[in-house]
Nanobody
Framework: QVQLVESGGGLVQPGRSLRLSCAAS????????MGWYRQAPGQQRELVAA???????NYADSVKGRFAISRDSAKNTMYLQMNSLKPEDTAVYYC??????????WGQGTQVTVSS
């Protein structure tokens, strides 16, 4: 099973940008759909952005126009570009991949903290 590892989290001031990476241990094209999720303390994990097999994208209303999901098959890496960050974006961010056969892989998560 292909494993996923997130990186790029950290502490950032409101209004600034951050780019998260999700590196796959094998071919990222093995995943038919991929996505970024986040979980804030005391909250349920929620979908932030998704990427389908045809590179169609879908975003949560709260991040539309600010976040962008992308994938680089040559680097076996998925990205989440986050702009105009807000304190309410603070959460642990996870990447997820689902194969055509339905197998699911999750990363271990990376903390993003937006604070002045």
């Amino acid at each position: 099973q292909v494993q996923l590892v997130e990186s790029g989290g950290g502490l950032v001031q409101p209004g600034r940008s951050l780019r998260l990476s999700c590196a796959a241990s094998g071919s990222i094209l093995s995943f038919y759909t991929m996505g970024w999720y986040r979980q804030a303390p005391g909250q349920q994990r929620e979908l932030v952005a998704a990427l389908s097999g045809f590179d169609l994208t879908n975003y949560a209303d709260s991040v539309k126009g600010r976040f962008a999901i992308s994938r680089d098959s040559a680097k076996n890496t998925m990205y989440l570009q986050m702009n105009s960050l807000k304190p309410e974006d603070t959460a642990v961010y996870y990447c997820k991949g689902v194969t055509r056969g339905g197998s699911t892989s999750w990363g271990q998560g990376t903390q993003v903290t937006v604070s002045s």
